[in-house]
């Protein structure tokens, strides 16, 4: 089963378009980065894509469930990291995973078990009784990806994650959410910065709206890096 296919959506705010026509599908368990500038239509995709906004034309399915007429079945295989930041810096890391935990109804021992093993998986264990605010951006933005996979979503969306992170945390991000599609969870990372995509990684390229290109890569850059090819593809 896809874990996300996108056909046909079309989005505009009055008279300004966002999205036109834009089509692809991501499989089980792979990393697919979207990236595009400014403006290219990437957290309006996203609003749609978590059931924010409704679409003007067009289909979304998340783990083969229609977001628009089996919503809450394709928002419980959905795991979110906005772009904004929303962990309670008062609270521990654990706190606010608990906190979390208990919205979507895992409770006890399970709550605990589920809580333990995110913060394994993102490499925060050491830090879970510590205030959050005592955390660095690095470690912040772990927490809340961890609190994403609480409710063990197969798709996890994360809207430009890295943003205002060291080079070291942002490289440190990256790779752990490359590593989360080894069990078959499906990723959407956007960004705007081309040296967080893998040559491996499914790339769909979104510009003024459109998709530019879609496929492997590694493919698309060709011989270039992919920051010049980028740079080609959306040169006026
Ligand atoms: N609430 C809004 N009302 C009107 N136009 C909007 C609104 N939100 C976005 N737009 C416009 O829609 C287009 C797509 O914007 P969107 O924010 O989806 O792009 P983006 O790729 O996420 O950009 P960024 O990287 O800056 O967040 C842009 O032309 C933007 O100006």
Not at 37 to 60: C, Q
Not at 101 to 116: M, V, Y
Request: hydrophobic fraction near 40%; include cysteine.
């Amino acid at each position: 089963m896809n874990g996300i296919t996108v056909s046909g959506l079309t989005f505009s705010y009055g008279t300004r378009t966002a999205l036109s026509d834009v089509s692809f599908d991501i499989g089980r368990g792979r990393f697919c980065a979207l990236l595009g500038p400014n403006g290219a239509g990437k957290s309006t995709l996203f609003s749609i894509l978590t059931g924010l906004r409704p679409t003007d034309t067009g289909h979304v399915t998340i783990a083969g469930h229609d977001i628009a007429t089996h919503r809450r079945a394709a928002l419980a295989q959905l795991g979110i990291v906005f772009q904004q930041p929303t962990l309670d810096l008062d609270l521990t890391v654990r706190q606010n995973l608990s906190y979390f935990a208990a919205l979507h109804g895992i409770r006890g021992k399970e709550r605990a078990k589920r809580i333990d093993a995110v913060l394994e998986r993102l490499f925060i264990t050491d830090r879970a009784d510590d205030k959050t605010r005592s955390l660095n951006g690095g470690h912040r933005r772990r927490t809340e990806i961890a609190r994403a996979l609480l409710h063990d979503p197969k798709v996890l969306l994360l809207d430009e994650p890295t943003v205002g992170l060291d080079a070291q945390s942002r490289k440190a991000i990256t790779d752990h959410v490359h590593d989360l599609t080894i069990d078959g969870t499906t990723v959407l990372w956007a960004t705007h910065l081309p040296d967080e995509i893998w040559d491996a990684d499914r790339l769909v390229v979104l510009h003024q709206s459109r998709v530019l290109a879609d496929g492997t890569a590694g493919v698309i850059r060709g011989p270039r890096n992919l920051n010049d090819a980028f740079l080609s593809m959306v040169s006026p």
